[in-house]
C-alpha cells in the first residue's frame, strides 16, 4: 500500500500571502493525484486532479505541481475563504488513499 | 447540477450493522463509466476510503474493512447502498459518498462533488 504523507500539519499564513502545502508519496503515483479542500463542518470540495488540472470553477490562485513521490499545492494571495483542512488522495492503485491533511490557518 | 445525499441512522449500538444511501441526482448511476464512492472521516481525523462501485457493477473495498463493507446498487432509484457489519466505536463518522471521476483515463479516480454526509455514532 501507498502512503501519503503531508506536510506541515499546521501552517499560518496571513491573507494576501503565498501557501506552500506538500504531499509526499511512499512510492510513486505518476500524476495520479488529487488535492481537496475542507472547510468545518463541510464535505471536502475538489480542487485538483491530475496532480495540476485545476478542478471547475477552482480560482486560478490554487495551482498544484509535482510527479512521481513529490507533490505541492500552491495558494498565491491567500483569501479569508480559503483557510481550512486540504487533502491529498492518490489514486494511482488500489486502495484510494487520502494523506493526512495540513490545516491551513490564519496568521 | 450533480448532487448527492447521505441517509441513514445517526446512531448505531455495537455490533448492530449500519446500512446507508447515497441518493444521486443529475446523473445516471449506470451510465458508462460512472461510479459511486463511500468515504468516511472519524471526528477531528482525517479522511478515510471505504468501497467504490461503478456503472457495470464492478467493486472496490479497502482491503482493512473488506470483510465488513458490502456495496450495491439500485438502479432503479439511482441510489448506492453501503452496509458495514458489526459497528464498533471506532466506526463513529462522518460517512460521505461521492461521484467518482476519472471516466477511462484511470480504473480508480477521484471524487467530485462529495454528498454533505451523515455523523454516525456508535454507542450503547
Known amino acids: 500500500e501507498i502512503f501519503l504523507t503531508q506536510s506541515p500539519a499546521t501552517l499560518s499564513v496571513s491573507p494576501g500571502e503565498r501557501a506552500t502545502l506538500s504531499c509526499r508519496a511512499s512510492q510513486s503515483v505518476s500524476s495520479h493525484l488529487a488535492w481537496y479542500q475542507q472547510k468545518s463542518g463541510q464535505a471536502p470540495r475538489l480542487l485538483i486532479y491530475?496532480?495540476?488540472t485545476r478542478a471547475a470553477g477552482v480560482p486560478a490562485r490554487f495551482s498544484g505541481s509535482g510527479s512521481g513521490t513529490e507533490f505541492t499545492l500552491t495558494i498565491s494571495g491567500l483569501q479569508s475563504e480559503d483557510f481550512g483542512v486540504y487533502y491529498c488522495?492518490?489514486?494511482?492503485?488500489?486502495?484510494?488513499?487520502f494523506g493526512q491533511g495540513t490545516r491551513l490557518e490564519i496568521k | 447540477q450533480i448532487t448527492l445525499e447521505v441517509s441513514g441512522p445517526t446512531l448505531v449500538k455495537p455490533t448492530q450493522n449500519l446500512t446507508l444511501t447515497c441518493t444521486v441526482s443529475?446523473?445516471?448511476?449506470?451510465?458508462?463509466?460512472?461510479?459511486v464512492g463511500w468515504i468516511r472521516q472519524p471526528p477531528g481525523k482525517a479522511l478515510e476510503w471505504l468501497a467504490l462501485?461503478?456503472?457495470?457493477?464492478?467493486?472496490r473495498y479497502s482491503p482493512s474493512l473488506k470483510s465488513r463493507l458490502t456495496i450495491s446498487k439500485n438502479t432503479s432509484k439511482n441510489q448506492v447502498v453501503l452496509t458495514m457489519t458489526n459497528m464498533d466505536p471506532v466506526d463513529t463518522a462522518t460517512y460521505y459518498c461521492a461521484r467518482r471521476r476519472g471516466g477511462f483515463s484511470v480504473t480508480t479516480g477521484w471524487f467530485d462533488p462529495w454528498g454533505q454526509g451523515t455523523l454516525v455514532t456508535v454507542s450503547s
Open positions: 491530475g496532480a495540476s
Open positions: 443529475g446523473v445516471s448511476i449506470s451510465a458508462t463509466a460512472e461510479g
Open positions: 462501485i461503478y456503472w457495470d457493477d464492478d467493486k
Open positions: 488522495q492518490r489514486y494511482y492503485d488500489w486502495p484510494l488513499t
